[in-house]
């Protein structure tokens, strides 16, 4: 639990918080999963080729990547943050896969807090995220967002939707300074001004209850270039904030099993965005554990997976755990695409899977 919330200090204590919280409290689902383990992939036992034959390079917003891989969005803002990002940044510059930071809240209102959002001298080639709430762009506009992407050097802004998280936060806050931001009218209008202005692509994600076709179908007209649906399954925000109040948890305790399973929402995404036509990156995330995970979600038409809170234990642990980890989900991912009999990233569809 926490102090009083308002401004950089609330939103310090809120980073240091969830970076504990996500670490050592059950912060999961009570019932409902990603719906991953429902679904079989189609292993073949003559795949017909050697396992390095199979290539796993894409090129997602115009970056050759390794692998279809991205690490999360996760953090920045506190020290402790600092490590943890420049561990996970090093992992994604030895193995070619992309990285997104945590929200750059923090970073907005209070300069110094911009060290832990600093990754590019060791990561130099990585496809490097940046992140805001968009539910903060009523505060900070596209003049903040254009200060983030460059304090961060980054190459692409990611606007975060966490409609049910704010809400708790905001219900714990009551009596307080301030804290959980619920302001939402018009923000799909705020995107778009964003997405016309930023010289970078803008992806926009849930944070762990999923995308709705409805939600995807109003970003690929506010014109996004990449969507990520963070599915239910995984971590669960509301949970997380209910950890930090007795009042959040009363009511967070309804929302245990609320959201998109990562398959339903990763599948409705990609009806919406095979029917809209332009081309918008798909990530496909939550929950997901291992590489066979991320070979589902991709056969299911995400053109790259996302996992957050699965390397985090890693990050935290330093640069040689996070390479280590990252190398596994890699050679996981590898491996499953092989023995489905994929040669490359272009193989991988609905076809490789059966229900389980
Ligand atoms: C400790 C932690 C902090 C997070 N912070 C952010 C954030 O600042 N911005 C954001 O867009 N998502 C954030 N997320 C959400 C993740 O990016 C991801 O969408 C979500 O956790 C679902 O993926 P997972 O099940 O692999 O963890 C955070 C997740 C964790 C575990």
Not at 143 to 168: I, K, T
Not at 236 to 253: F, I, K, P, Q, T
């Amino acid at each position: 639990m926490t102090a009083p919330e308002g401004g950089a200090s609330g939103t310090r204590a809120r980073k240091r918080d969830h970076l504990r919280l996500a670490l050592e409290a059950d912060v999961g689902f009570a019932t409902l999963t990603t719906g991953l383990d429902a679904l079989r992939v189609r292993a073949r036992a003559l795949p017909e080729r050697d396992l390095d034959a199979v290539d796993l390079a894409v090129e997602p917003l115009g970056h050759q990547l390794a692998a279809p891989l991205l690490i999360s969005c996760m953090t920045g803002g506190v020290g402790e943050a600092g490590p943890v990002n420049r561990a996970l940044a090093v992992a994604a510059q030895t193995h070619g896969v992309a990285f997104g930071l945590g929200s750059g809240r923090a970073l907005l209102e209070d300069p110094d807090a911009a060290a832990s959002f600093r990754v590019r001298d060791v990561a130099p080639d990585v496809l490097l995220l940046a992140n805001l709430g968009a539910v903060q762009l009523a505060e900070h506009g596209l003049r903040g967002c254009a200060r983030l992407v460059e304090v961060c050097e980054a190459d692409a802004l990611v606007l975060h939707l966490n409609p049910v998280q704010e809400a708790v936060q905001a219900v714990a806050a009551l009596g307080r300074a301030a804290g959980g931001d619920t302001a939402f009218a018009g923000l799909a209008a705020r995107i778009a001004q964003v997405c016309a202005a930023l010289p970078v692509p803008v992806m926009v994600k849930e944070v762990g209850f999923g995308l709705a076709p409805e939600d995807v179908r109003l970003l690929v007209e506010a014109g996004v270039a990449a969507v990520d649906v963070a599915g239910a399954g995984g971590t669960n925000w509301a949970r997380l904030e209910g950890e930090r109040d007795a009042r959040g948890a009363e009511v967070a305790a309804a929302f245990a099993d609320w959201g998109w399973p990562t398959v339903d929402a990763v599948r409705g995404a990609r009806e919406v965005l095979d029917a809209a036509g332009p081309d918008v990156l798909l990530v496909g995330s939550g929950g997901l554990r291992h590489g066979v995970d991320a070979l589902k979600v991709l056969c299911l038409g995400a053109d790259l997976a996302g996992v957050a809170r699965g390397l985090l234990a890693a990050g935290a642990a330093g640069p040689d755990a996070a390479v280590a980890a990252v190398g596994t989900l890699v050679d996981q991912l590898r491996v499953a695409a092989w023995a489905a009999g994929a040669a490359s990233v272009a193989d991988l569809g609905p076809h490789l899977l059966q229900r389980a």
